[in-house]
């Protein structure tokens, strides 16, 4: 959903292998690959370069992270009219009000989040999907709720296009969590709540991790990382000052 943040830059180097069968390919073959890529995922460069200059180069220094960040297809989850911005420094809008974060805030998130192959992960607010794709690469299921219709089905439609088998999407109030599936290895919120809700502290597994922006107004807001201990105590800090958009509850 919407996010921008006020923090300063970082990167990842592509690297090919130089060899193939002991023997060192020559440089005519090298380009003939690059163009072959290129013509293959036009996007790949810009998402190399987004990586390297917007998110390595800052303080995402997870290689899982940086190797997803690389891999999904940031612009099939943005409206076919601003696909040319995909891959720049800042959130997009993708309808309804709602915007695709940030790739920097998308994979900081993330980071914090510190995913396991081993997780079950729940997100609120699914908006176009891409944090969710970012995800199941990392987790071994994401559970996501979206509280606007029309942006749950066509994320569950373009998820579902693209492979990602082990996300469920659900239409819904974000507040009230996913009982029958909680509680939740992690979980991720992309929209703002005013205070965090208590539903979703509850929902989080002891020895669980909470990311999510919280702040009663949008100038307001911080990030924070939410732990509970084995025991069940909740441990809390903030991480940067972000701006989101508000988390809207749902009909009661």
């Known amino acids: 959903m919407t996010h ?15 060899y193939a069968s002991s023997r060192v390919i020559s440089l005519p073959a090298l380009l003939a690959a690059a163009l072959l890529a290129c013509a293959q995922d036009p996007y790949r460069a810009l998402r190399e370069r987004m990586v390297r200059e917007q998110i390595a180069s800052r303080d995402i220094k997870n290689p899982d992270v940086l190797r997803v960040m690389r891999e999904v297809p940031r612009h099939l989850f943005i409206p076919e009219s601003l696909r040319a911005q995909a891959y720049e420094d800042h959130p997009v809008p993708i309808g309804y009000g709602q915007t695709i974060s940030q790739p920097y805030i998308v994979a900081l998130m993330t980071q914090l989040l510190e995913p396991a ?3 079950k992960a729940l997100e609120i607010g699914t908006g176009s999907g891409y944090q969710a794709a970012v995800l199941a690469r990392l987790v071994k299921h994401v559970y996501t709720i979206e509280i606007i219709p029309e942006l749950a089905r066509s994320a569950a439609a373009r998820l579902k296009e693209l492979g990602y088998l082990n996300v469920t999407v659900r239409h819904g109030d974000g507040y009230l969590g996913w009982p029958e599936e909680a509680p939740f290895d992690r979980i991720i919120v992309t929209a703002a709540p005013p205070e965090l809700p208590q539903t979703l502290v509850d929902q989080l597994k002891p020895g669980g991790k909470l990311v999510a922006p ?3 107004t949008v100038f307001g807001q911080e990030l924070i990382v939410v732990d509970k201990t084995q025991d069940g105590k909740i441990r809390r800090r903030s991480v940067i000052p972000v701006m989101f958009v508000p988390m809207v509850p749902g009909k009661r």
């Open 4 to 18: 921008e943040n006020r923090s300063a830059f970082s990167g990842s180097v592509f690297r090919a292998s130089l």
């Open 117 to 119: 192959k081993d997780h």
């Open 214 to 216: 919280v702040g009663r």
